[in-house]
């Protein structure tokens, strides 16, 4: 592991310098979404100054360079991947639309009457909502794969939940709430010796860790730029080529046809365009480009190490103060960057405001996994989360914060 400079890739990130109720801003609410480096703001801003104009449309030199750029940073986010081809990378607004688009076309061809779609209990309702839309349409089945209580799926009965009957089985990579990794690679092999599809929610991994689609053999990973030092409003999905060559387009318009006639049917497109109606965020898709360039220059190896040595330390602490309760795995080597907890007498909401004062930022809430908070019996939970530029100095604030925050409520 490469000795990461933080201090200096502190100093690419603006935001992270500037006070918060008279604090250091220090941010921890990586999960939601994480911060973006110089040279992703300055992405978005020369393009608008020097470069704009529309793709896939223009014989102009400024409609020839958005498109080669448009297509460059796509080969980049192939490449992080290790998609087997760009064609099968398709740009989205975000994972839940990614997801949407899965249900909504693979699943409305695929899925019929009496078959089934599993999912785990740890599923951002992102990966729950579209699954249950779709199966209710289609009179199909939800499963849950079984969790055990520190929050990692159970294989003992695994063989009767995803069978013949299953179509798809869609599943968190890293749980945004309980950090637990689930063994992806584990979970496609069954699926695939039972012939169903296999989702992979990346959101929280893509961005943090090294993952390989080709080697995981996944049919479809969605994931976020803005999680990972890109902008907001562009996600992706990968897609299995035959998967998305057989899927019809989910959204109709310029740039998914090949061929539009007053009288007959159009024609679509061939892939990613298929799945791209529209003028594309053709801006944010260059600007997520240069994120990956920022990302592939530390090295997403280096960041991952990084962020397990902040979590142990992390967690190290936090499992020995009294009145403190984690969610998930105690074990932090099997753990992303995402600390979800609750105090005993302090509501998080309070504790999040509290800890804002003092200029720390964390998520408070359900966390969009309202199933799986209630299942701990609580109605809301703090969560830390950590990114690269995240310090030791920054979790020692946090816990010293934490310790006198608990003096003024519990005094
Ligand atoms: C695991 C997981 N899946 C899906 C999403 C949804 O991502 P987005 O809001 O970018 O669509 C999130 C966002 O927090 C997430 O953490």
Known sequence: MKKLDIQKIRSDFPILSR???????????NAATTQK???????????????????????????????ENYEFAREKIAKLINSPSPETVIWTRNTSESINLVAFTWGEKNIMSGDNIVITPMEHHSNIVPWQQIAKKKNAEIRYLPMSNDGKIEFNNIGKIIDSKTKIVALTH????????????????????????????????????PVDVSDLDVDFLTFSLHKMMGPTGIGILYGRKQLLDEMPPYMFGGDMILEVSYEKDAKWNSLPYKFEAGTPNFADAIASGVAVDYLNQIGIDNIWQHEKLITEYAMSKMLSLKKIHILGSPDFKDRGGVISFYHEDIHPHDLGTALDQRGIAI?????????????????????????????????????YSLEQIEGYFTK
Not at 19 to 29: A, E, H, I, S, T
Not at 47 to 65: A, D, Q
């Open 37 to 67: 480096p110089n040279s992703v703001i300055d992405s978005i801003s020369n393009f608008y100054k020097t470069s704009n104009s529309n793709v896939h449309r223009g014989v102009h030199t400024l409609s020839i360079e958005s498109t």
């Open 174 to 209: 890293v749980s945004n709430v309980l950090g637990t990794i689930n063994p992806a690679k584990k979970i496609i092999d069954i699926a695939h010796d039972k012939n169903a599809v296999v989702l992979l929610d990346a959101a929280q991994s893509v961005p943090h860790m």
């Open 19 to 29: 006070k918060v109720n008279g604090n250091k801003l220090v941010y921890l609410d």
């Open 363 to 399: 998520r408070t809430g359900h966390h969009c996994a309202m199933p799986l908070v209630r299942s701990y019996d609580i109605v809301a939970a703090a969560r830390i989360s950590f990114y690269v530029y995240n310090t030791i100095d920054e979790v020692d604030a946090f816990l």
